[in-house]
Nanobody, 120 residues
Framework: QVQLVESGGGLVQPGGSLRLSCTTS????????MGWYRQAPGKQRELVAS???????NYADSVKGRFTISRDNAKNTVYLQMNSLEPEDTAVYYC??????????????WGQGTQVIVSS
C-alpha cells in the first residue's frame, strides 16, 4: 500500500511562511512527478506546483515568486516552501505522486492533506 505522509501545515499570519513536507516510498518517489495541490472550501482542487525527477518545476500563476517546490531524492521527500502567505492561500494542501510519465498504466497517489490557514 502506497502512503504519502505530509507535515508542516498550520496557522500563520499574512506575510508569514510555512514549509510543507511529503515523504513516500523510494519505489514510488523515484518514478514520479511530485506535486502539491490545494482545495479551498467550496472550490475545486487545483495544482499549486509540481517537480519532475530531473528538477523541472511548474507553478500556478497565483504562487509564482512566493512558493518554491523542491525534492530531496535521497530522502524521498518533496517540499513546498511558502513565503509571503496571503489569506487566499488558505486551503487543505495535498501531496501527489504521479508515476504515469514513467509507467503510463500506473495510477497517481494522494496524501491525506494538511490544513494551511492564513489569518491574522
Amino acid at each position: 500500500q502506497v502512503q504519502l505522509v505530509e507535515s508542516g501545515g498550520g496557522l500563520v499570519q499574512p506575510g508569514g511562511s510555512l514549509r510543507l513536507s511529503c515523504t513516500t516510498s523510494r519505489n514510488i518517489f523515484s518514478i514520479s512527478v511530485m506535486g502539491w495541490y490545494r482545495q479551498a472550501p467550496g472550490k475545486q482542487r487545483e495544482l499549486v506546483a509540481s517537480i519532475a525527477g530531473g528538477g523541472r518545476t511548474n507553478y500556478a500563476d497565483s504562487v509564482k515568486g512566493r512558493f518554491t517546490i523542491s525534492r530531496d531524492n535521497a530522502k524521498n521527500t518533496v517540499y513546498l516552501q511558502m513565503n509571503s502567505l496571503e489569506p487566499e492561500d488558505t486551503a487543505v494542501y495535498y501531496c501527489n505522486a504521479d508515476p504515469k510519465m514513467t509507467i503510463p498504466t500506473m495510477r497517481a497517489y494522494w496524501g491525506q492533506g494538511t490544513q494551511v490557514i492564513v489569518s491574522s
